[in-house]
């Protein structure tokens, strides 16, 4: 069974700091570009950040520029995303995708996770 699992959300308050997980099963990850999505309540969907197939090049939403990295481990098969100095505004489920395309925001995605939800609050 093809899928992406993330993992890694939680509460946390203003300021503090998370690392999501996205682990893949059934493929392999190095083969697609990596991209981070989220979406809040009553809200799109929006891109986060995007990675390359080697993890060389990478790209960041404005909104998250500078607080959140994103990196992979092709050998664990599995892709992260450090956010730090989160803020309430970052509240929302986050999702991971594979994707035939390296671009902004990974814009052509063939494999989708379930999501998991980050709370910022205090």
């Known amino acids: 069974q093809l899928q992406l699992v993330e993992s890694g959300g939680g509460l946390v308050q203003p300021g503090g700091s998370l690392r999501l997980s996205c682990a893949a099963s059934g493929f392999t990850l190095d083969y697609y570009a990596i991209g981070w999505f989220r979406q809040a309540p009553g809200k799109e969907r929006e891109g986060v950040s995007c990675?390359?197939?080697?993890?060389?090049?990478?790209n960041y939403a404005d909104s998250v520029k500078g607080r959140f990295t994103i990196s992979r481990d092709n050998g664990k098969n599995t892709v992260y995303l450090q956010m730090n100095s989160l803020k309430p505004e970052d509240t929302g489920v986050y999702y991971c995708?594979?994707?035939?395309?390296?671009?902004?925001?990974?814009?052509?995605?063939?494999?989708w996770g379930q999501g998991t939800q980050v709370t910022v609050s205090s």
């Open positions: 995708a594979a994707s035939f395309a390296y671009d902004r925001y990974c814009s052509a995605q063939k494999y």
């Open positions: 990675i390359s197939r080697s993890g060389g090049s990478t």
